[in-house]
Nanobody, 131 residues
Framework: HVQLVESGGGSVQTGGSLTLSCVAS????????MGWFRQAPGKERERVAG?????????YYADSVKGRFTLSQDNDKNTLYLQMNDLRPEDTAMYYC???????????????????????WGQGTQVTVSS
């Protein structure tokens, strides 16, 4: 099964940018539903961005990050990225990469939407945004 390792977190000031990377091994991420989640202290883990293996399906973004975060993947490097611009203090959290094969229905993959639906997780990378 796939193993995931995140990197790229750090401390920035409001308005700054970071790019998170999630390097996968053991399997090919193009076959998986992939997602970026975050968890702030005292809060539940939430999905901020996701992508499905279905050709032509646009990435998902949470309303709180639309227009600021961009998800991309490089299948040759088997790596998922999250470009984060215009960072705000409320973006401070541990960020996790997640993967799941989803469920096949006819000719498409139905991807999970919440934390419990993803079976593979990285160890997380901390993002701290100061005002």
């Amino acid at each position: 099964h796939v193993q995931l390792v995140e990197s790229g977190g750090g401390s920035v000031q409001t308005g700054g940018s970071l790019t998170l990377s999630c390097v996968a091994s053991g399997d090919t991420i193009s076959r998986y539903c992939m997602g970026w989640f975050r968890q702030a202290p005292g809060k539940e883990r939430e999905r901020v961005a996701g992508v499905s293996p279905n050709r032509g399906t646009p990435p998902y973004y949470a309303d709180s990050v639309k227009g600021r975060f961009t998800l991309s993947q490089d299948n040759d490097k088997n790596t998922l990225y999250l470009q984060m611009n215009d960072l705000r203090p409320e973006d401070t959290a541990m960020y996790y990469c997640a993967a799941d094969r989803g469920n096949y229905f006819v000719d498409k993959v139905i991807c999970p939407r919440d934390t419990g639906g993803f079976g593979h997780w990285g160890q997380g990378t901390q993002v701290t945004v100061s005002s």
